[in-house]
C-alpha cells in the first residue's frame, strides 16, 4: 500500500519568511511524528500526535514551530520567521498507534528545507 | 535520561565480510531498541527491533541484533556483506512513553569489492 508522503520534497526560502510543511501519514495510522535531520544535530525528535492531539511536544526547537493535524491524519508543520539554523531535512512518520514504545514507525521521504 | 551511543562514526568492509555495528544504550527502564537504515537518497527503513521478547533479533536482509542486558549494548551484526549494504545505519531507543524515538548519530557502512 501507500507510505508516508511529504510534500513538497525541496524547499528553498529566505531567511524571516513563513514556510508550511505537509504530511501525509500510512491511512489507518492514529501516530504521527515530525523529525529534524540536521548535519550538526542528527536525528531529532520535534512532536508526537495522537489522533488530532499533540501529547508530546517537546521536541519543538522553539515558538516559531508549530504543527497541526486535522481529520487524524493529514498534518502541517509551520515555521515562522525561519532563520538559517532551520535549514535540514524535515522527516515525518507513523505508526498504529499502540501504547508502551514498540510501535514500528514508518517513515516518509522527507522534505528538504534551505534557508538562504 | 534514555540515550544511545554508536560507537563508531563509520565502518568499513569487504564484500563477502562480516559486519559488526556496535550500539550502547542507557536507560532506566526497559527499553525498545531498533536499528534503522538509510540508503543514499532515500527515506529511513526499519531493519529491526527489540521489545522485551527473545534477545536475539532477526531483521531483514539478513541482519540481526543482540539485546545485551548485562553490557547495555544491541550491536547490529551480517555474516556476509554485500555491496548493496553500503548505507548510514542507526540505533535508536523508544522514549519511556513511547511518543519519540530517540536516535544516535549514525554509523556510515562502506561495502568494498
Known amino acids: 500500500g501507500a507510505g508516508v508522503s511529504q510534500s513538497p520534497s525541496n524547499k528553498v526560502t529566505e531567511k524571516g519568511k513563513d514556510v508550511e510543511l505537509r504530511c501525509d501519514p500510512i491511512s489507518g495510522h492514529t501516530a504521527l511524528y515530525w523529525y529534524r535531520q540536521s548535519l550538526g544535530q542528527g536525528l531529532e525528535f520535534l512532536i508526537y500526535?495522537?489522533?488530532?492531539?499533540?501529547?508530546?511536544k517537546s521536541g519543538l526547537p522553539s515558538d516559531r514551530f508549530s504543527a497541526e493535524r486535522t481529520g487524524g491524519s493529514v498534518s502541517t508543520l509551520t515555521i515562522q520567521r525561519t532563520q538559517q539554523e532551520d535549514s535540514a531535512v524535515y522527516l515525518c512518520?507513523?505508526?498504529?498507534?499502540?501504547?508502551?514504545?514498540?510501535?514500528?514507525?514508518?517513515f516518509g521521504p522527507g522534505t528538504r528545507l534551505t534557508v538562504l | 535520561a534514555q540515550s544511545v551511543t554508536q560507537l563508531d562514526s563509520h565502518v568499513s568492509v569487504s564484500e563477502g565480510t562480516p559486519v559488526l555495528l556496535r550500539c550502547n544504550y542507557s536507560?532506566?527502564?526497559?527499553?525498545?531498541l531498533f536499528w534503522y537504515v538509510q540508503h543514499p537518497n532515500k527515506g529511513l527503513q526499519l531493519l529491526l527491533k527489540y521489545t522485551s521478547a527473545a534477545t536475539l533479533v532477526k531483521g531483514i536482509n539478513g541482519f540481526e541484533a543482540e539485546f545485551k542486558k548485562s553490557e547495555t549494548s544491541f550491536h547490529l551484526t551480517k555474516p556476509s556483506a554485500h555491496m548493496s549494504d553500503a548505507a548510514e545505519y542507526f540505533c535508536?531507543?523508544?522514549?519511556?512513553?513511547?511518543?519519540?524515538?530517540?536516535f544516535g548519530k549514525g554509523t556510515t557502512l562502506s561495502v568494498s569489492s
Open positions: 535508536v531507543v523508544s522514549n519511556q512513553a513511547g511518543t519519540a524515538l530517540i
Open positions: 512518520a507513523s505508526s498504529l498507534g499502540r501504547t508502551g514504545g514498540t510501535d514500528t514507525q514508518y
Open positions: 500526535f495522537q489522533g488530532n492531539s499533540a501529547p508530546d
Open positions: 536507560s532506566s527502564y526497559s527499553p525498545s
